[in-house]
């Protein structure tokens, strides 16, 4: 087992890995910017160093400053998290060359998911459904469009090395398509450093549906079944749901093997997630590999009592997965509402600020992912998500029920929340009904408050 690990990320995620560490008896370093020095994370781990300025790329970002706290701590490993460089090829590489074990995937493994081109290119090759499009390099405007006429519109353009919903536009006919290709490049390039582009068929009105994966060292790989995460907006999921209520039990079965199937194409270890998008008929095609823990791991872990986090150490220390696909035995319903510092009825405008009041839900069934407090200043730098309320209930009816009374009891003072709106969700027939899909949140609720 590693002894000691270092965490590049702030947050509730940097929290929830230092939990992890402490019951597997792993010492921690945190990191920590300029604007961070008093974050929760910081006060928990055994060690924190601070590693550059508030601005992202100037500490969190900051590949040879993160590297240097590691080597001067004695750190064995980096976890990485989600976001920042938890899916740059670059950072493990240079983990990989510093002799770092990086909490993740090969590099080579992140930098062929991360091109999403040539990921479906590797899974077309694997019998793998794929969304039809265009793998080849698209060199110019008019390359561009003669491709998109040929896919049929509406298109979808997708930053190459994109993910976390940057990068991407969809079309619906031609006279919006030079515009939104040539946007699409240019927040590729802002967000990812370069402007390459693919196309592909965009499924209208789809549900997306990912699998957990747990890979180990010697070849052996299980899927933790499903998460539902079709409410979403601007491609940012809101609230996700485990397992998905469009699932029926042979569906679920034919996705989890392909799953598994994709994870192997690429010779896959530690924790990863398959996307796929489904229409309306029960046909499914793989979307993405996210190479990384995800944000809304918690509800698969309710529903399956496994330690994805501790998981993910167990396998980068050596040590074999100790439970086959069988004994994963996937029993009751979990949600998740992602708790952001934001108005909804501003746009969703972030608003940091101090939080001068806070009341956290608890009672059974009842988790908070945090690293807020009382007096605690959020930042106007970072992502806007300062919280995640997980419920879980023995069927989907009582997991929305506890859902609804936590937030009903979560109070948090000073700053504007998305508290109400998540409840707004939960209170709609048509979640109630399970009948939604990516569209849910754009058509029935936020244009219809306009």
């Known amino acids: 087992m590693l002894k000691k690990l270092l965490i590049a990320n702030r947050g509730e995620i940097a929290v929830r890995i230092i939990r992890a560490c402490r019951e597997l008896g792993i010492n921690t370093v945190a990191i920590y910017s300029e604007a961070d020095r008093y974050a929760l994370h910081t006060q928990m781990a055994d060690e924190a160093i601070c590693v550059g300025g508030p601005s992202s790329k ?24 989600f976001g920042f460089l938890s899916e740059n090829p670059k950072f493990a590489k240079m983990c990989k060359e510093c002799n770092i074990k990086f909490i993740g995937p090969d590099y080579e493994v992140i930098e062929l998911m991360g091109d999403k081109a040539r990921a479906r290119e590797i899974m077309k090759k694997s019998n793998i459904p794929v969304v039809p499009g265009y793998e080849g390099e698209i060199n110019s405007y008019t390359d561009a469009l003669e491709i998109a006429n040929n896919i049929g519109f509406p298109v979808m353009i997708k930053a190459a090395a994109g993910g976390g919903g940057k990068g991407i536009r ?65 491609n940012q999921k809101v609230l996700e749901e ?9 569906l679920r079965n034919e996705m989890g093997k392909v799953a598994i199937r994709a994870a192997k194409a690429v010779n896959y270890k530690n924790a990863g997630t398959i ?22 791991h918690p509800i698969t872990e309710m529903i399956t009592n496994i330690d994805i986090v501790k998981e993910q150490l167990k396998i980068a220390s050596g040590i074999k997965l100790e439970f086959t696909q069988e004994d994963i035995n996937i029993s009751g319903h979990a949600i998740e509402c992602r708790i952001n510092a934001e108005d909804p009825k501003n746009n969703f405008r972030p608003c940091p600020g101090v939080i001068s009041e806070l009341y956290v839900p608890s009672g059974l069934g009842v ?7 009382c007096g605690y200043e959020i930042p106007p730098y970072y ?20 859902m609804k009374r936590a937030l009903a009891e979560f109070a948090i003072g000073g700053v504007t929340t998305n508290i109400d709106f998540q409840y707004e969700i939960l209170e709609h027939k048509d979640f109630i009904n399970g009948d939604y899909n990516t569209s849910f949140i754009e058509e029935k609720l936020v244009n219809n408050n306009a």
């Open 275 to 296: 996307e796929f998008l489904v229409d309306k008929n029960g046909e499914f095609y793989f979307m993405e590999m996210n190479t990384r823990i995800q944000v809304e």
């Open 242 to 250: 485990a397992p998905s209520s469009f699932l029926d039990d042979k």
């Open 58 to 81: 100037d500490s969190y970002l900051n590949m040879a400053n993160i590297l240097s706290a590691c080597v001067l701590t004695q750190c064995e490993g980096i976890h990485p998290g």
């Open 383 to 402: 992502d806007s998500m300062i919280g995640k309320l997980i419920t879980y209930g023995d069927n989907r009816e009582n997991a929305i029920i506890k």
């Open 367 to 373: 988790r908070v992912d945090s690293a807020i407090f």
């Open 170 to 234: 969809i079309v619906r006919d031609t006279s919006e398509f030079k515009y939104n290709y040539e946007a699409a490049k240019l927040e590729s390039k802002s967000c990812f450093g370069e402007d390459k582009v693919y196309i592909e068929k965009y499924i209208e009105k789809p549900r997306h549906i990912e699998f957990q994966i747990l890979a180990d060292e010697f070849g052996n790989i299980v899927h933790l079944g499903e998460r539902e995460c079709s409410l979403q907006r601007n």
